[in-house]
């Protein structure tokens, strides 16, 4: 790398001759930038061997250093020294490594990876100037490929959405001439993005120029000309294939195209250019340049090209053939390394999603051995319960067989009581019919009495009455007789007062007889009401016990043990005297 670090071998070389004189030179390439120390005699081919050496470059016929001088650019040319040519006199003096001559299939001419690489940054910057024309859905194709170099094969674990938005992919006018947001464009490339899964870099890279040669503007230099010093201006169009005639407004579809086969000779005299076809009978096109500058530019691309167009159909040089094999088995060798990274990636991918099912599966057997241990726990927490259930519901038998017994023997003492009740129901059912029977009797009795007592009354009144009409009678005749003494004094008086002492004792005792009775009669009415008494309530107390023992052994309708208490007439009644 003669002069890529300058100055310690140039103080080095200064030892031993007498030191030249040198000048910086700053060279950006498509992906660097470096600065040499040249000396002043160098020529641009010193210059140029000297770059294409330090970035590794053998196919060197595709590129040249360009220039900027006033208002347009030049090439530097290699027979001439650097320092006597139009370059800019600030130093460091800036040229940018660049291809000035385009291949007609990429593919079968591009030999050298980093020959790939340059023209993919190269191609893929005028993309995005808009230097070349390319129609949208070219434009996500290719900047998919483009995501593919840089990036590798898409992940969804890695390349979340938003993860393209620092970079720039799409020219501004097909962003301009869709309202799509930068989401919706991010969304399209991506799909296309996935489907190109397993393609390495150089080969992404590849892809890209194949369908980028495909455009209308790719490789092709501008330059406006006329067809005579007075006629409207054109456009002339240089490239791998020829030159071709455009109008200002359209670069895409050329009016008149001389391809290199067909071309004879191409001359220019100050601004006149003049292409003669190779069938002579054919017109010679003219046309005019204004600057002297573009001119030769003009004609060095013309040459460049024309060379390079026969060199494509001349066998190989040994050079070339060597370079063409050494890709070939570099191709090769990178192919088996990417097949073997991809077995290794493959099977690191499975090992890893057997590891991540295995740690799942881990997670899951932990999660039902904890489950386990929960219902086991559970189980025995259960299970102790039940066990104290079972034992209260044990006690809880042995206390209801108790009560059964219980219940039993009173069931059985109940059912004698019952029969004895039964017995006794029978016994003061027939009691209650003998006193319905003595009731009826002493009703009877009451009522004989009673008209035994109406007589006796009526006889006492008519007693009285005779008594007082006796004692009247006796009053008239004492009145009448009382006076005649001497008729019979002592016998009348007398005759008198006897009567009278016989009905008095004669009232007297009917009256104590009728007492007597009287007082009997109501004796023995208040025996019986007693009797009466005594009985409604033993039927009371009777029936109260039949109530409870119903509740326990027979339905509150049943009407075996239930009875109504005979009916007892006249039970309240009082015989007036």
Not at 108 to 136: A, G, M
Not at 411 to 433: D, F, S
Not at 481 to 486: A, G, I, L, Q, R
């Amino acid at each position: 790398n003669e002069g890529a670090v300058a100055y310690p071998r140039m103080s080095i070389l200064g030892l031993k001759k007498k030191q030249p004189k040198t000048f910086k030179v700053k060279v950006i390439t498509m992906d660097a930038e470096v600065e040499f120390s040249c000396e002043v005699k160098w020529k641009g081919k010193d210059l140029f061997d000297l770059v294409c050496r330090t970035i590794g470059l053998r196919e060197t016929w595709f590129f040249g250093l360009r220039y900027t001088v006033k208002d347009t650019y030049a090439w530097l040319k290699m027979e001439k020294r650097v320092l006597d040519q139009e370059v800019p006199k600030e130093f460091p003096i800036t040229f940018h490594f660049l291809a000035k001559f385009f291949p007609e299939k990429v593919e079968e001419e591009l030999v050298q990876e980093i020959t790939q690489h340059l023209f993919f940054l190269q191609v893929k910057k005028q993309i995005l100037d808009e230097e070349i024309f390319c129609s949208p859905e070219a434009a996500v194709l290719l900047a998919s490929y483009a995501i593919q170099a840089k990036y590798g094969d898409y992940d969804p674990n890695f390349h979340k959405p938003g993860f393209l938005a620092q970079d720039e992919l799409m020219p501004k006018r097909v962003l301009m001439q869709y309202q799509m947001t930068p989401d919706m464009w991010e969304e399209k490339i991506t799909a296309w993005y996935a489907e190109h899964r397993g393609i390495a870099r150089d080969e992404a890279e590849m892809d890209y120029l194949k369908i980028a040669q495909d455009l209308d503007m790719y490789g092709v230099s501008y330059f406006s000309i006329t067809q005579n010093k007075r006629d409207t201006e054109l456009l002339l169009g240089v490239d791998a294939q020829g030159l071709h005639i455009y109008n200002p407004n359209n670069k895409l579809n050329p009016n008149k195209s001389f391809p290199w086969s067909g071309i004879r000779n191409i001359s220019y005299s100050e601004k006149e250019f003049t292409i003669k076809p190779l069938d002579k009978k054919k017109e010679v096109f003219k046309f005019y340049s204004s600057q002297l500058r573009v001119n030769k530019l003009i004609l060095q691309l013309c040459i460049g090209n024309h060379d390079l167009f026969m060199r494509r159909r001349k066998v190989d040089s040994i050079e070339v053939q060597q370079m063409k094999a050494q890709a070939k088995e570099e191709k090769a060798r990178k192919k088996m390394e990417r097949q073997i990274l991809s077995r290794e990636k493959q099977m690191r991918e499975e090992a890893e999603r057997a590891k991540e099912d295995m740690e799942r599966r881990l997670f899951q057997l932990q999660d039902e051995a904890r489950l386990a241990n929960e219902a086991l726990l559970r189980s025995e927490e259960t299970a102790d319960l039940l066990a104290e259930k079972a034992q209260i519901a044990e006690e809880e038998a042995k206390l209801l067989a108790h009560k059964a017994a219980e219940a039993e023997q009173e069931r059985q003492r109940l059912e004698v009581t019952a029969l004895k009740t039964k017995e006794e129901k029978r016994l003061i059912e027939q009691k209650m019919r003998e006193a319905e029977q003595l009731t009826v009797k002493l009703v009877e009795q009451s009522e004989r009495r009673l008209k035994e007592a109406d007589h006796l009354k009526q006889d006492l009144n008519e007693a009285k009455d005779a008594e007082r009409r006796a004692k009247q009678k006796l009053l008239e005749i004492t009145k009448t007789t009382y006076p005649v003494e001497s008729a019979g004094p002592q016998y009348a008086p007398s005759l008198s007062p006897c009567r009278t002492d016989f009905k008095d004792s004669d009232m007297k005792r009917l009256s104590m007889e009728i007492e007597r009775e009287r007082l009997e009669y109501m004796e023995k009415s208040k025996n019986l009401q007693e009797q009466l008494k005594e009985l409604k309530s033993e039927i009371e107390s009777l029936k109260l016990e039949e109530q409870q023992q119903s509740s326990l052994f027979a339905p509150r309708n049943d009407p075996r043990l239930y009875f109504e208490p005979p009916y007892v007439p006249h039970s309240n009644v009082s015989i007036p005297v």
